[in-house]
């Protein structure tokens, strides 16, 4: 049987997959389904079906035999044809947490050439960032409105926009601002954004202020439409990481790569001491000004605005210790991974939020004789399938 939009029919699903789906078959047809969990027996309905039938998408209309760790979804809309913004409200935290590790683990050893049984893989567990019971963390939030002007947020693989009255990832303030149930632009969409400085609502077409974070006791600015870290402890808890993992000593050089608006160079910049040194490369040029001014007090930090690649490329550095590279969800790519490994760091800090991209150049690294030493996971994005995983890579 071909299976087509709209059909129904029973599946036992297997494990997670990544995006945030659960792994099922139909008659040896992968079907990737929305709203399960693995281990349990349930009727779906087909949504879409890929090329050639190659794949199928479904979402769950009935648990027949339901897992232990499903839970009832806090938000009304966190349910099948519902928001597409959380893949797992369904799912009990502490399994939300070992699904999470089972996708990091295949994807080291599918894309990455790593061994299963090597301890670093079977011995990844995924941290919290912080004490969170998995809601009111994100300090970040961009919603979209409707026809009417209400704001919402779109509607799983769909352009639908689902009006709402909050959204109970977000913090406090977010969820209180008076500017979210005031109407706007259709179509348009709208940023939020807690700092220090308060809640900053910035429309598409308006230019962000500046604004500010505090990550213990140190000011940045930043932009409230750029990025920054969404989770209200990941500033704090990835550069404790950092300085855990990557251990710089008095006098080393470090290099900074898509450095962003300096959260790394600047928290690490005290353990290099005096006679160390600091260079920090960011493609954006107004996050670039922005690191300006933020390691503007540390004499020996420099800050290139250019595109990493190209700066990378018949670079000549006399020394290179240490290097720290948080490049977008594509991944860094061979290239900037090749370039990396020739200027022989001691220590490399790969911090990636997409596991697959992560693999696939620790498979780059591995060839270029840099192997994990280190490999640590944290729950930066509960209720969704996202996840930021440390690898710590020195030479083998």
Partial sequence: MTLAVGDEVDVL???????????????????????GIPGERVRVTVTEVGPKARFVRADVIRVDEPSDDRVEPRCPHAVPGGCGGCDWQHVALPRQRTMKAEIVREQLVRLGGMDAHDPLVSGLVVESCGEDDGFGYRTRMDFVADPRGRLGLRAARSHEVIALRG??????????????????????????????????????????????????????????????????????????????????????????????AGLFARMLAPTLGPGGRILLVESDRRA???????????????????????????????????????????????????????????????????????????????SHGYVPTALRSVDAFPQTAHIETFALLERG
């Fill in 13 to 35: 699903l297997e494990r997670p997959a990544h995006g945030g789906a659960s792994v099922g078959r139909f008659e040896g047809q992968v079907v990737f389904v929305r709203h």
């Fill in 167 to 260: 959204c109970p990832l977000a913090v406090d303030a977010i969820n209180d601002a008076d500017d979210l149930r005031r109407p706007w632009g259709a179509g348009g969409t709208v940023r939020f954004a807690s700092t220090a400085d308060g809640v900053i609502v910035t429309p598409e077409e308006a230019e962000a202020p500046t604004a500010h974070e505090i990550v213990d006791g140190e000011r940045f600015d930043v932009a409230a439409d750029g990025f920054w870290q969404v989770h209200r402890n990941a500033a704090r808890v990835f550069t404790d990481i950092a300085l855990h993992l990557l251990q710089p000593r008095a006098g080393e050089f470090l290099l900074d790569l898509y450095g962003g």
């Fill in 288 to 366: 670039g000004r922005l690191a300006r001014r933020n390691l503007r007090h540390l004499p020996n930090a420099d800050v290139v605005v250019e595109r990493t690649d190209r700066w990378l490329t018949g670079r000549q550095l006399s020394r290179t210790d240490l290097v720290i590279l948080d490049p977008p969800r594509a991944g860094a790519g061979a290239t900037v991974m090749a370039e990396v490994l020739r200027l022989r760091p001691r220590r490399v800090l790969y911090v990636a939020c997409d596991p697959s991209s992560l693999a696939r150049d620790i498979a780059t690294a591995r």
